[in-house]
């Protein structure tokens, strides 16, 4: 009786180890989602660069490469809001949001205004609304766990973002602000709002017309998307 005892033992600590190993097999195989929007596009054509050159190309350009970039990481999959250009409304943009459900949504733009003097590039993540954690009490404590997350999640990217991005666009200040996007707004996601820098300022308008620089971009996002999900 006792033998059997032990066998079933053994057996169930088998059974655990087991299950616990596929867990962690099932959780290191998942891929990480990155959701890239590149604004704007088609009839929105953002800033104004030349009479040829918007915002809606620089941000294409740079999103298009950091897909050829992170196509080369395993644990990660590169989803774009548009890889052409065409005219995505804040609607759908929210919308791919929430049926893609990424583990990070990073939005890029460019930068305009504040004089001519305004340059660098700049950063915004998310505050999130208290509204954002209404329902019932469990969904409530859920999304609010889910909310610090995102906050974390968010904060962090763009920490990493700074860091990367200081080399190629360098700012006297700060270039880190709390703000909510039209996009993510109401949404549960982390999220960076990447300001590449002025198109108002003619040394930084010459950086983003120029293929080099693009590519310098798209390198130091991609290398800080692989920091944060390593
Ligand atoms: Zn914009």
Known sequence: MLEKKKILLILGIL???LFC?????????????????PAHGGQDKGIKLTD?????????AVALLMKKE?????????????DSDKTVDLE?????????????????????????????????????SEDIVKGKK???DDKLLMKNKCQNDSLAMAKIVQENLNALFPRKGRGLRKADSPVTDSLLVPSVVVEMSFATNSEDKKK???????????????????????
């Open 15 to 17: 059974a655990c180890f």
């Open 21 to 37: 190993t596929v867990l962690e097999l099932s959780a290191m195989g998942k891929k990480r989602i990155i959701l890239i929007d």
């Open 52 to 60: 040829d050159v918007a915002e809606k190309d620089i941000t294409l």
């Open 70 to 82: 992170l196509a080369k990481e395993n644990n990660l999959e590169v989803v774009l809001t548009r």
């Open 92 to 128: 759908d943009r929210k919308k791919n949001i929430e049926k893609i459900k990424p583990d990070f949504f990073l939005s890029l733009h460019v930068n305009g205004g504040f004089g001519k003097n305004a340059s660098g590039f700049e950063l915004y993540y998310p505050g999130f």
């Open 138 to 140: 469990t969904a409530k």
């Open 208 to 230: 983003l017309l120029s293929a080099n620089t693009q590519t310098d971009v798209a390198k130091a996002l991609s290398k800080s998307v692989k920091t944060f999900f390593r």
